[in-house]
């Protein structure tokens, strides 16, 4: 049997027309073939005119022969002709019906060699796609790889490639960002009190002059000391010599008057512990005889360490805390004045809180609800 379906030589394998089939062709020739049969009646005919072997009887005196008188042909009877008619049309519907039935049979051969071909061209077309896809996917990739090798720069999160997708998974990282750096702790510039660096300075001064002298400085001393120190800060400035520039417009007038204002029984003496006392704590509010009484209360000990007083909590935390920049190291204000604090009011690497409290309480008599120890400092009329 020859082959189902056949190439022609050279055709194009793409058209449903290079195709075709030879075993259909074949089996309808069969199927044809096996019309071609004897025809029935010549069969019947040829086997009535056998008779049995033996002689034939002699023929009759005056009678002609055989070879004398033509057989004359029998004439067909109706059914006979009727049964040949309808054979003749059984054949020719056989026939049609065979024709029909390669017909159809070659039409879904087509149908199905068709339907292949449109799938294997899809198949390109979805191969063709998939590779421009793919590549234009690593494309982007090596894009986003390039930038980074060009400005030198770490890819952070991960880059993943699946089938035809690159995406940036923003939730894997491989490594994570180290924090910025806090900027160094700055205190707040205010012109209204003094700095760290100032009062560290001036309570040194004042400490070197009482090594000599004692806590009482004369008046007159204090005044100029004081009255040199503005003049050389509005000159020359500076972090730690100067003083705030609200200072810098007071004269020798303002700074007898502060002085007689803390030298109430003018005994012509000043304690330098009291004058730094108003000076760390000049723009804070002077605290109240029941605030005093909780300070005494707070510590247990007559005398306390500078850690242990500087981890007590004041009524000052507030007003003297420093407001730094963003993303900065918090300048310790409040500590510092604790202990600049401490370090005024201590001897020997003690501190009494009973000598604190007097001097508050003194401070605190002079001083009208919510004044600041600037305002009894620098106080008009002398209380």
């Given at each position: 049997?020859?082959?189902?379906?056949?190439?022609?030589?050279?055709?194009?394998?793409?058209?449903?027309?290079?195709?075709?089939?030879?075993?259909?062709?074949?089996?309808?020739?069969?199927?044809?073939?096996?019309?071609?049969?004897?025809?029935?009646?010549?069969?019947?005919?040829?086997?009535?005119?056998?008779?049995?072997?033996?002689?034939?009887?002699?023929?009759?005196?005056?009678?002609?022969?055989?070879?004398?008188?033509?057989?004359?042909?029998?004439?067909?009877?109706?059914?006979?002709?009727?049964?040949?008619?309808?054979?003749?049309?059984?054949?020719?519907?056989?026939?049609?019906?065979?024709?029909?039935?390669?017909?159809?049979?070659?039409?879904?051969?087509?149908?199905?060699?068709?339907?292949?071909?449109?799938?294997?061209?899809?198949?390109?077309?979805?191969?063709?796609?998939?590779?421009?896809?793919?590549?234009?996917?690593?494309?982007?990739?090596?894009?986003?790889?390039?930038?980074?090798?060009?400005?030198?720069?770490?890819?952070?999160?991960?880059?993943?490639?699946?089938?035809?997708?690159?995406?940036?998974?923003?939730?894997?990282?491989?490594?994570?960002?180290?924090?910025?750096?806090?900027?160094?702790?700055?205190?707040?510039?205010?012109?209204?009190?003094?700095?760290?660096?100032?009062?560290?300075?001036?309570?040194?001064?004042?400490?070197?002059?009482?090594?000599?002298?004692?806590?009482?400085?004369?008046?007159?001393?204090?005044?100029?000391?004081?009255?040199?120190?503005?003049?050389?800060?509005?000159?020359?400035?500076?972090?730690?010599?100067?003083?705030?520039?609200?200072?810098?417009?007071?004269?020798?007038?303002?700074?007898?008057?502060?002085?007689?204002?803390?030298?109430?029984?003018?005994?012509?003496?000043?304690?330098?512990?009291?004058?730094?006392?108003?000076?760390?704590?000049?723009?804070?509010?002077?605290?109240?005889?029941?605030?005093?009484?909780?300070?005494?209360?707070?510590?247990?000990?007559?005398?306390?360490?500078?850690?242990?007083?500087?981890?007590?909590?004041?009524?000052?935390?507030?007003?003297?805390?420093?407001?730094?920049?963003?993303?900065?190291?918090?300048?310790?204000?409040?500590?510092?004045?604790?202990?600049?604090?401490?370090?005024?009011?201590?001897?020997?690497?003690?501190?009494?809180?009973?000598?604190?409290?007097?001097?508050?309480?003194?401070?605190?008599?002079?001083?009208?609800?919510?004044?600041?120890?600037?305002?009894?400092?620098?106080?008009?009329?002398r209380i």
């Open positions: 049997m020859p082959q189902v379906e056949v190439l022609g030589e050279g055709a194009d394998p793409a058209l449903i027309g290079s195709y075709s089939y030879p075993r259909l062709e074949k089996l309808l020739q069969m199927a044809l073939k096996q019309q071609v049969v004897p025809d029935v009646t010549q069969v019947q005919n040829a086997g009535g005119d056998k008779k049995a072997p033996g002689k034939a009887p002699p023929p009759k005196k005056g009678a002609p022969t055989a070879k004398d008188e033509p057989e004359a042909p029998a004439e067909e009877s109706m059914y006979v002709k009727e049964m040949r008619d309808a054979v003749r049309v059984e054949k020719s519907l056989l026939r049609f019906r065979l024709v029909q039935i390669r017909n159809w049979t070659n039409n879904r051969l087509q149908d199905t060699r068709q339907q292949s071909l449109n799938t294997y061209k899809k198949f390109d077309d979805w191969i063709q796609v998939a590779q421009k896809t793919e590549m234009d996917t690593i494309e982007e990739m090596c894009a986003v790889i390039k930038c980074a090798i060009e400005e030198e720069t770490k890819i952070q999160h991960e880059l993943r490639i699946k089938f035809m997708d690159f995406t940036v998974d923003n939730s894997t990282l491989n490594y994570i960002n180290p924090p910025i750096p806090k900027l160094e702790a700055l205190e707040q510039p205010r012109n209204d009190r003094f700095a760290i660096p100032q009062l560290a300075n001036l309570l040194d001064e004042f400490e070197n002059i009482a090594a000599a002298t004692g806590d009482l400085l004369q008046s007159r001393e204090m005044a100029v000391l004081l009255t040199n120190k503005i003049k050389n800060s509005v000159q020359f400035g500076g972090s730690g010599s100067a003083v705030p520039e609200c200072w810098n417009s007071f004269g020798l007038a303002d700074i007898n008057q502060m002085l007689r204002n803390i030298d109430a029984k003018s005994t012509g003496y000043v304690n330098y512990r009291t004058l730094m006392t108003y000076i760390i704590l000049l723009k804070s509010q002077v605290p109240s005889a029941k605030e005093i009484s909780r300070i005494e209360k707070m510590f247990k000990e007559a005398e306390v360490d500078r850690d242990t007083f500087c981890q007590g909590a004041f009524w000052f935390d507030e007003s003297e805390r420093s407001v730094d920049r963003d993303n900065a190291i918090v300048f310790e204000r409040v500590k510092i004045i604790k202990e600049l604090l401490w370090q005024t009011h201590a001897q020997n690497d003690k501190m009494s809180v009973a000598h604190l409290a007097t001097t508050l309480g003194q401070i605190s008599q002079r001083a009208k609800p919510e004044d600041t120890f600037s305002d009894v400092l620098f106080a008009q009329v």
